[in-house]
């Protein structure tokens, strides 16, 4: 019976080990204010877009999920130290070094707009002349706006520009007038509007067009690759779309949708027949 019983526990040791080896936790490193795409609900859990999207590929994958919230002035040095496995969070990869990274498609566009009140009387880029612009620190926004970035010449023209912590501080200092306008990615203002109503406006013009993705170590090629195989299994099945009208997100602004492929098939085939010829 001791013997038995040693070679049963053995076994029970050996299968434990067998599946602990087999099971991954993926951690998704994201901003956690940062409605619609990664935020706190109401239930106290977190939820947006971008979890609700990582969720599901780690199901088809058989992950386990773990989310960890991180400071996204310092997003990149948290990936680099291992903490966690990607940045996936509304992330602009235009703004990331494809040298330095290994960067995932890009799953939705993302232009940069600017949000006030309807009652501030900005309509234009050239009105924010003189008034007091607030940024998320660390934002795409606030790198194309700081020296050096690709809109550092509109910057100039502002009174000041504000930099803070996260776009939910932003918007209340927006609401109690301290800043008249915010510089933020389109699917955040357009969550806010919807929020708060006809009191803020977006201006109709941007001042930058991006794509957002996901972010990894640069070795860590064969993860994207897993992440992106399961992510189109999403897109296929209909799931990426109707996350997306979920969310209130704009579903023209998705890059991986059948119309947006269909659309890029006649220039490759035009292309084609031209190399062709």
Do not use: H
Not at 141 to 159: K, M, Q, R, V, Y
Not at 246 to 263: I, Q
């Amino acid at each position: 019976m001791k013997k038995i019983f040693a070679m049963l526990l053995t076994l029970t040791m050996l299968l434990t080990v067998a599946a602990s080896a087999e099971t991954f936790t993926f951690k998704m490193g994201f901003d956690a204010e940062y409605p619609p795409y990664t935020y706190m609900g109401e239930d106290g859990e977190y939820t947006g877009y971008d979890i609700e999207m990582c969720r599901k590929v780690c199901e088809i994958l058989g992950w386990d999920l773990e989310l960890v919230p991180v400071n996204w002035d310092t997003k990149l040095l948290t990936l680099d130290a291992g903490e966690v496995d990607c940045i996936w969070s509304g992330l602009t990869i235009d703004v990331i070094d494809p040298e330095a990274y290994t960067l995932s498609f890009a799953y939705s566009d993302n232009s940069q707009m600017i949000l006030t009140k309807a009652a501030n009387g900005i309509e234009t880029l050239d009105d924010l002349a003189g008034k007091i612009v607030g940024v998320q620190l660390g934002t795409s926004a606030d790198i194309l706006l700081s020296a050096g970035g690709d809109c550092e010449e509109l910057a100039a023209t502002f009174g000041e520009l504000v930099r803070f912590e996260n776009y939910n501080v932003c918007f209340t200092e927006l609401m109690a007038d301290s800043i008249d306008a915010v510089a933020i990615d389109i699917g955040v203002a357009a969550e806010k509007i919807a929020q708060y109503g006809d009191e803020y406006v977006m201006l109709d013009e941007s001042f930058a067009s991006e794509e957002y993705g996901i972010c990894f170590r640069k070795d860590d090629t064969e993860l994207c690759e897993q992440v992106e195989s399961a992510f189109m299994q999403l897109v296929e099945d209909g799931t990426y779309v109707e996350l997306a009208e979920k969310y209130g997100l704009d579903t023209a602004a998705l890059c991986l949708t059948a119309d947006a492929a269909e659309a890029e098939a006649p220039a490759e085939d035009a292309a084609a027949e031209e190399a062709a010829e």
